[in-house]
């Protein structure tokens, strides 16, 4: 069976993970050197059920761009998980530029800012609004509004991108 | 059996609370009515209901808002009464109006016990009348600081000085003793004339580290009232109440009864039917509780009173709703055990509590013994974006509080969301709080940097790892043509910042 | 909070009662190692334990029931203690001693007492002496007619004489007056000889429509032993406890309590530790109660007596294991509210209950107030041919057992299991039964005839009709690529019988 | 919108069904000449959430041969649907004989007979095992047993044919 190797980022420092198949079906995950053995299922499409070295263990899994949004206990992780050998993750949503995204889904509000204006770091952009919670996005920094993609009324998903400065 | 209450009711609301009402309703053997706008086809509570009725599109204002259409529906519907819930047109004295008017039945209080206990000055004002002790305060502005230090030492130091026109924490000041008095009086003044171009300042004590306790009443039509022991809500952010046990584990006994006799002083006062809470802030320091408002409708926390009485407190609305008089008596209703509830909400706690809609891909609620949940929600359910983000609620009664704590532990434990982020990790971290465990806690609980360290408590970064590493082999290995999974989520997600750029 | 009985427990069983002893142990902190076979690698057990080891191949007398390679699980995993659950291990004598053996400790009674209650003929002759009432008989052949007279008047009329060598029904009369002794007498002999070649015949007292009914207790390893009152469980189905229900509607007070304290005697005589369950046939006519068998391991049917005791008694039963006195006396433990249980079997009531395993595909257990669901399934699951069809375990409290009917009928209608048959719509009619409402049932309640009734009510055909009239019609307009669903079961099913023809 | 028509069948007599869909996406359903307006929707792939005449419903619908599998409130009906412009329902799972097929998923503990056996009606042909349950399958007429699809220790699923006769 083929042996893979990943550079993964949980939040901290990136560590090394050598994964392979032995012949009985079950994964050997190399951490940083310590060997796991981790018999897989999947209970429900979407659940992981591991056994790590006989611990029982549960995990959400759905791919996102650079990785893994991993989900355990409840506590969700964004997960980066670089291949070295293409050692390369494209993590950006649009070229040239800095692009605002929702950080939940919901619908604008107001949108307060027009292509072409100038923008403090600080300053309002626009209002987003989900389950009676109103929410103001400023700007990261100083910059030049590119791009507006979205417009007054207007339904959006969460991740969705909604300025780009220059 | 007992005949039932109605023949047929509306339940004029959503969401769990409406869920809850029709499961009484069935019980009762009630026929139910649901109402649902566009957004709520999909909705448990239609899908648990008799019948339903559309009402209007997704906003509030236009549909669960809709007083006459609601109205409409009960009678073409042939409903005989209107259950609120709570929230919505619950507390709206104008629709319980309107409701009697049509020759129905609303499922609450008499409309003037609404309008009595609606104003917080009104209401303030009718507790005084009837003896209920209120934060000590003066309702006009104070000449003279000779009279207002007066005023100050009746109430008892600390207490705030606030200016008329301030807010926002502007043009206000703590004072503890008498010898800081002048100073203080001359510099709000002064601040307040600045900033607010008015010198007019009020009075207030200063209630220190309380706790929030609320009562629950029962009253029938017939002049019978009864309370149903007390609620610590003390657990809150933003004033959101997110835990609640029964009992409080500091309150002296004789405080409860106390506190217990003037919520039904009060209730009598407004000549309250139905359920109800008194809502009291409690000095632990002093020892002194005062009235901060009566809800005059079901309470999301109704759950854990119900779990140590046994009443059944929605049944109780409707058996009293029909004119049934209470079927026990104060004496008959014991305190027995603990219970608490955590109300799991749509919201990212590692994101500032961003607001969490979409789609339950899968969901595994807990269960066993003791373990209690009331839900609106369901696997393939999508929790849309029109409403409040409290999605279900997980109630776990206990022999006594360490019982009820490490139930409610182990039921968040199995508690499975996936595709939306739910608050369920970060109750497990406020249920092991040193602070919460030993009941030492007031409404500053969840302080800035104690819901941080909350919040960060995650010793799961290995197994997330592993994980990783096995979902990316699994891609990586599979054949060709099924590795074209999209990702769902763009990475600036990572920093937990909203609007971070990526 | 209270150290954990045990730092480690191995649970060595599967399906809802694994679960039901992981969530004991993970409330008092303590870790858990469960075990499985090769069936039940995706089992809900195994996902909710803190760790698992395999044990076999699928049958359970390779895996659940080989004692060697449980014990030397526990050894190597860490565990202290082993809880065997019901059923495969629990009342094996030889391996509680092989635990002890092993140094760990068996969550269960002593080896001793499991052997003392063991054989029928055994526990009938220790209760004997201990002074518990037995079904009253002689365990010897009679050799007079004379003798076996008197022996029938000694023990009152009606009794029933039985061939030694027979069974199946064949060689047995039931008496009902002296005066008809004689010839049955006469008659029962000549047919002993005419059919097994001996006219040995014994005799017994006959119990007419009869109650079970059992007293649960609980000792400690310190001499004190308490009941927890009793349960109903007469709804029975081939011997097999169908609804049970707890307080019995039709027990007289000074009945249960005779009872309950002949319940503690028989569980002192054999030195019981830990939670048990004495047996009764109860006589609705004569008020005479009788000694059936003690259970000596926790019982299906116990969350019915947790509910209306507050007692969790798998967490009882792992601090007793651990040493503990018990931390409450008989005068503690009080009967609230009613509570009653449906045990919820993958079999088709409208097949003749045949065994239907299979995919879970869609999974809603209901909730809300005072519902519990205790389940070893979830949705995606597939229910193994290789087990019991006992699949979860829907249990309802009520104030009084009027509430805590209609609560279960409630709770049975928002049950959703799809993919699988399973026998809930076959409460609901139990639950409706007019002679079950009435409490007026022995355990010859399902008899043929009413079984054959309670499995016909249905009155959702033209909602069925109107379903599959849209799913076809929904077939039939959708584009043509995706109109090609395969029949997953072919129409000789129709027809309900085992082996239809088509 | 396209109408059809079906003759449906539940247990009793056959009913006559004419299904249509309005503007507003609702159905119609005429059920022997008695209207009912539907409102489908589908909270999960396999239930059928409708508002008939705005009473709330809940089914479940697994197609099957000839018809669909309905299961409301948890009681499971075949439900057969004929359209009449093709006027049949294909209902044999074999031709040339009759076909014993498993009334449940199980496994064959024991065959007592076969190919070429004569049996007599009430005769044992095998024994099915599942859930710790033997369930004998008797023959439903006299026959010869033409044909054996299954062997001893074999695992077999709902429906799966065991033996055909002639």
């Given at each position: 069976m083929s042996t893979l190797r990943y550079t993964i980022t949980v939040g901290g420092a990136p560590r090394s993970a050598v994964v392979s198949r032995d012949d009985d079906g079950h994964f050997r995950v190399v951490l940083d050197g310590v060997a796991h053995v981790v018999d897989l299922v999947r209970p429900t499409p979407d659940a992981f059920h591991m056994l790590i070295d006989g611990q029982s263990w549960e995990a959400g899994a759905a791919p996102r761009e650079g990785g893994w949004l991993i989900d355990v206990l409840g506590l969700s992780a964004e997960v980066d998980v670089v291949d070295p050998r293409r050692a390369v993750v494209v993590r950006s949503a649009a070229r040239g530029g800095k692009v605002i995204s929702a950080q939940m889904p919901g619908r604008v509000v107001r949108v307060l800012v027009a292509v072409g204006d100038t923008v403090k770091k600080g300053q309002p952009l626009l209002v987003l609004e989900a389950m009676k919670m109103e929410n103001?996005?400023?700007?990261?920094?100083?910059?030049?509004?590119?791009?507006?993609?979205?417009?007054?009324?207007?339904?959006?998903?969460l991740g969705a991108r909604l300025v780009r400065f220059e | 059996m007992r005949p039932p209450p109605f023949q047929k009711v509306l339940v004029a609301n959503r969401g769990e609370i409406a869920v809850r009402v029709i499961r009484a309703c069935h019980e009762l053997g009630v026929r139910t009515v649901a109402v649902y706008s566009e957004a709520d086809r999909t909705a448990l509570h239609v899908r648990n209901a008799g019948e339903a009725w559309l009402v209007g599109p997704a906003p509030s204002a236009e549909s669960y808002l809709r007083s006459d259409v609601i109205l409409d529906v009960a009678k073409r519907s042939g409903a005989q009464a209107i259950h609120p819930g709570y929230g919505f047109l619950s507390e709206n004295a104008d629709f319980a109006r309107a409701v009697a008017g049509a020759g129905l039945v609303f499922i609450g209080p008499p409309a003037d016990a609404i309008d009595a206990m609606g104003g917080k000055t009104r209401a303030r004002q009718r507790m005084i009348a009837a003896g209920?002790?209120?934060?000590?305060?003066?309702?006009?502005?104070?000449?003279t600081e000779a009279e207002a230090l007066a005023l100050a030492e009746s109430f008892g130091f600390p207490v705030m000085l606030k200016a008329a026109a301030g807010g926002g924490g502007k043009g206000m000041r703590k004072i503890d003793r008498a010898e800081d008095f002048g100073s203080a009086w001359r510099s709000v003044r002064s601040e307040a004339l600045k900033s607010f171009k008015d010198d007019a300042v009020y009075l207030e004590k200063f209630v220190a580290d309380p706790k929030h306790i609320e009562i629950q009443v029962l009253a029938d039509a017939h002049g019978t009232t009864v309370h149903l022991f007390e609620r610590d809500c003390s657990v809150q952010r933003r004033n959101q109440k997110v835990v609640e046990e029964t009992p409080c584990p500091v309150l002296p006994a004789a405080t409860r009864d106390a506190m217990a006799k003037v919520a039904v002083q009060a209730a009598e006062a407004v000549g309250y039917v139905g359920a109800g809470t008194i809502e009291f802030l409690y000095s632990q320091a002093t020892g002194d509780f005062?009235?901060?408002?009566?809800n005059t409708r079901l309470q999301v926390e109704h759950p854990i009173t119900e779990m140590v009485t046994g009443v059944d407190l929605v049944r109780a609305q409707l058996r009293i709703a029909a004119g049934e008089k209470l079927w026990f008596s104060q004496a008959d209703?014991?305190?027995?055990?603990?219970?608490?509830?955590c109300r799991v909400y749509a919201e990212d706690p590692a994101n500032n509590f961003a607001p969490a809609p979409g789609l339950i891909s899968g969901l595994r609620e807990p269960g066993g013994p003791w373990v209690r949940v009331d839900s609106g929600v369901y696997a393939g359910y999508e929790v849309p974006i029109h409403y409040d983000p409290m999605v279900a609620k997980l109630i776990c009664w206990g022999a006594?509080?360490?019982?009820?704590?490490?139930?409610?532990?182990?039921?968040?434990?199995?508690?499975?969301?996936?595709?939306?982020?739910?608050?369920?990790?970060?109750?497990?971290a406020i249920l092991r709080d040193p602070d919460f465990v030993a009941g030492n806690y007031s409404t500053g609980f969840l302080s800035p940097s104690r819901l941080e360290e909350l919040c960060a408590v995650s010793q799961t970064d290995e197994i997330a790892t592993i994980a990783a590493a096995l979902a990316q082999y699994e891609r990586d290995t599979r054949p060709a043509r099924?590795?074209?999974?999209?990702?769902?989520?763009?990475?600036?997600?990572?920093?937990?910042?909203p609007g971070g750029d990526s």
């Open positions: 103001e996005l400023k700007a990261a920094g100083d910059g030049l509004v590119a791009e507006l993609y979205v417009a007054e009324g207007q339904a959006v998903d | 209920v002790p209120v934060v000590p305060g003066t309702s006009e502005a104070i000449e005062y009235f901060l408002e009566m209703i014991k305190q027995t055990g603990h219970a608490i509830e006594d509080r360490e019982e009820a704590i490490s139930r409610s532990i182990r039921a968040l434990r199995e508690y499975r969301v996936r595709g939306i982020r739910t608050s369920i990790p970060f109750f497990s099924a590795a074209s999974a999209t990702p769902t989520q763009s990475a600036w997600k990572r920093s937990g910042r």
